[in-house]
């Protein structure tokens, strides 16, 4: 069956821009997960979603981010007035079900570069 | 709050030999879970092994096998009969809160033919 994937794979913005990343997840999963990956480091936690609500979303670094799953599926990361180090690569994931039990299956990532 | 230490930034392998990544962890939990995650050069995250703090016997999945010492707080991957294709990036991570992943720094393996 389909992963998860992730759009667009790429994506260049200027510095103040607004850019919206797309994650959908394996069907009928209903925890999905978004990570930040810096480069040369390992994946940070920024937001988990359980079902269409945000159970947990401790590590969004400010109010620039935001995210959504209005459905339960698809769900879309938002940033406004990207900043230079907002650059990396963000990575989603979900789960059939949240908890350790529960393998979260990870995408593609979208590279984002702000210039 | 957790924290997973990869002290290992590279390590490189000839094909064939065993290889052993380290991983200390810490955590105030009683009950937590350890897994192993390896990144290609494609950047995605692949599970690979997952130790519950409960279980009695090191986890194994194939050729990859976790040396799990609790109370040392280390769970290293070790992976037997390496080949050209476990050349990536090696993630050692914790569940925290039951939902969340804390990963380490990573440790990049490359297998010498």
């Known amino acids: 069956g389909a992963g998860v994937s992730q759009t667009p794979s790429n994506k260049v913005t200027e510095k103040g821009k607004y850019v919206e990343l797309r994650c959908d997840p394996i069907?009928?999963?209903?925890?999905l997960y978004w990570y930040r990956q810096s480069l040369g480091q390992g994946p940070e936690f920024l937001i988990y979603?359980?079902?269409?609500?945000?159970?947990?979303d401790s590590g969004l670094p400010n109010d620039r981010f935001f995210a959504v799953r209005p459905e339960g599926s698809v769900s879309t990361l938002k940033i406004q007035r990207t900043e230079r180090g907002d650059s990396a690569v963000y990575l989603c994931?979900?789960?059939?079900?949240?908890?350790?039990?529960?393998?979260?299956?990870f995408g593609p990532g979208t590279r984002l570069t702000v210039t | 709050a957790q924290k997973i230490t990869q002290t290992q930034p590279g390590m490189f392998v000839q094909e064939k030999e065993a290889v052993t990544l380290d991983c200390t962890y810490d955590?105030?939990?009683?009950?937590?879970?350890l897994f192993w995650y390896k990144q290609p050069s494609s950047g995605e995250m692949i599970f690979l092994i997952y130790?519950?703090?409960?279980?009695?016997q090191n986890a194994t999945e194939g050729r990859y096998s976790l040396n799990f010492q609790k109370a040392r707080k280390s769970a290293n991957l070790v992976i037997s009969a390496s080949q050209l294709g476990d050349s990536a990036m090696y993630f050692c991570?914790?569940?925290?809160?039951?939902?969340?992943?804390?990963f380490g720094q990573g440790t990049r393996l490359t297998i010498n033919p």
């Open positions: 994931a979900s789960s059939l079900r949240q908890g350790a039990l529960y393998e979260q299956y």
């Open positions: 069907s009928g999963h209903t925890a």
């Open positions: 979603f359980q079902g269409t609500g945000a159970a947990d």
């Open positions: 955590t105030s939990d009683q009950s937590y879970g």
């Open positions: 130790q519950g703090s409960y279980d009695e």
């Open positions: 991570a914790m569940l925290q809160g039951a939902q969340k992943l804390v």
